[in-house]
């Protein structure tokens, strides 16, 4: 694989204004950051609109990704996920949620490849994660993956929501230490 | 706001549960201190790797249109496209080619998938999971997955601590993709499926039938290894799994756990259907797996160690 063929070298070629590779590069990652505002959302018409947002901050600040923000798709999926908890935060309850139906859409295995993972911290998380108390473990997992809010958890959980945000700090005091010995 | 404070703000902030208040604020506090910054970027790229885990989903056609018009120059897309595309013979093509290889990946695994489950031929299930780590498909994923790993463990301290949690992930690997993957739910008796007429209607309501259910499934004191949503209303289970283990020469067996209550086999992972049929979801039931022998705990009841536990949440709909 060329350097142009990699997300660096599309996200390079893309912070030069070329638009072929931004094209190849919205191809080759759309699928994944979809599926992440999806699961955040919980509604497709909004985690189209949210991807649209995205792609277009995406091209505008291709130039300055720096590896140190994680591989390039991990980059633009913080772009994505911080879009997307910007707007449940912003909107939740009132959201309209899709039809659970859709569900069966939504959900498929994807064909994974090396470059649409970024597993460098995989193996230490899932390790501390695991040394962490379970409630703990589950407020955060929830969290990032369903883009639940404290009072979510709160309600779920059937705990104070400030309890639940001395647990989740708690917990993330836990996992930042396990994670820094690890 | 103490350094400590901060310092948990950033991780509130990069998995997402400070309000919109308080996101704005943090927002500016990530502009102006570099220390956030840095502890900004360090739960971003530690969190990040639970991204392999989300199910990638294909966007509509339509979506790339309405960014290319945002961007500049979208008047006169089409002479820049052609030339591009001229001059790379078929560069255009190439990347449809790409996109169109990358479903039919899609495709051919969730084939698999769909195999499982439709042996039970269950009308109106779906069960679906992915998981972490580039881990589906078979061996060449999991090759890939173990390689980018490795590379990635180039501190020789970390690769050697790594060693033994690695062996669990590279068999998590080959076998995640099938974990579950045969969940069923059998209607009509089903008392997770919604009457007929609801699903017809499709209506959220706040009914038994319609609830949701959320479990985390954690190895016990090990990793937490699966997602699993029930929606009562669909008969859907959506598993995603950060990793599971299956000894080798062993069956792992299902138990729906009732609160207080003997727990019951729904089945084999990945070796025919789990049956919720029978199954009355509450909450603070538990979902368990034992290691038991081939085909199956003799007895009835778990033989071996039970090395996933996750307890079932009702699901609150934000409507």
Do not use: H
């Amino acid at each position: 694989m060329t350097s142009a063929e990699t997300l660096e070298g599309l996200l390079g070629a893309t912070a030069n204004g070329d638009q072929v590779a931004f094209r190849t590069l919205y191809d080759r990652s759309s699928a994944k950051l979809f599926g992440i505002v999806l699961r955040i959302l919980k509604n497709r018409q909004k985690a189209e609109d949210v991807l649209q947002d995205v792609y277009l901050k995406i091209w505008q600040k291709a130039g300055s990704y720096d590896p140190v923000q994680g591989k390039p798709i991990t980059w633009m999926a913080t772009i994505a996920r911080n879009r997307a908890i910007d707007i449940i935060r912003a909107t939740r309850p009132e959201q309209t949620v899709d039809q659970p139906g859709d569900e069966e859409e939504i959900f498929k295995l994807g064909g994974q490849d090396a470059e649409n993972v970024d597993v460098t911290e995989l193996e230490s998380l899932r390790f501390c994660l695991s040394e962490m108390k379970e409630d703990d473990r589950n407020y955060v997992l929830l969290a990032y993956y369903e883009g639940y809010s404290r009072e979510e958890l709160a309600e779920r959980f059937d705990s104070p929501v400030g309890t639940i945000k001395t647990r989740l700090r708690r917990g993330l005091v836990a996992l930042r230490s396990c994670l820094e010995r690890e | 706001m103490s350094g400590q404070e901060r310092k948990l703000d950033a991780a509130e902030y990069v998995i997402g549960t400070l309000s919109a208040v308080e996101r704005t604020a943090f927002e500016a506090s990530i502009e102006t201190d570099a220390t956030t910054r840095e502890d900004v970027l360090f739960w971003e790229r530690t969190f990040g790797s639970l991204n392999a885990s989300v199910a990638p989903e294909v966007p509509p056609a339509d979506l790339w249109q309405r960014i290319a018009a945002d961007l500049p120059g979208a008047q006169n897309p089409e002479s820049s496209e052609s030339d591009e595309s001229d001059e790379s013979g078929e560069s255009g093509e190439g990347g449809e080619t790409s996109a169109q290889g990358a479903g039919n990946e899609t495709a051919a695994v969730s084939q698999d998938a769909d195999g499982e489950s439709s042996e039970g031929s269950s009308p109106g299930l779906k069960v679906v999971s992915s998981s972490a780590g580039a881990n589906q498909g078979g061996s060449t994923a999991s090759a890939a997955a173990t390689a980018a790993m490795a590379s990635a463990a180039n501190d020789a301290n970390n690769l050697r601590r790594s060693v033994s949690r690695w062996r669990t992930f590279a068999i998590a690997a080959s076998i995640a993709a099938v974990a579950l993957a045969g969940v069923i739910i059998n209607s009509p008796n089903n008392p997770f499926a919604p009457p007929a007429e609801q699903v017809a209607g499709g209506e959220l309501g706040g009914e038994l039938g319609n609830k949701e259910y959320i479990a985390v499934v954690n190895a016990n004191g090990d990793q937490p290894s699966l997602v699993i949503n029930i929606d009562a209303k669909t008969g859907n289970v959506t598993v995603r799994s950060i990793g599971v283990e299956k000894p080798e020469g062993k069956s792992l067996e299902v138990w729906y756990v009732p609160e207080g209550q003997t727990p019951i086999s729904v089945g084999l992972v990945g070796e025919g259907n789990i049956d919720l049929k029978d199954i009355e979801a509450k909450n603070g039931d538990l979902l368990a797996i034992s290691v038991e022998p081939p085909g199956g705990s003799p007895t009835g009841v778990a033989t071996g160690d039970v090395i996933y536990t996750g307890k079932l949440i009702e699901n609150v709909n934000p409507n």
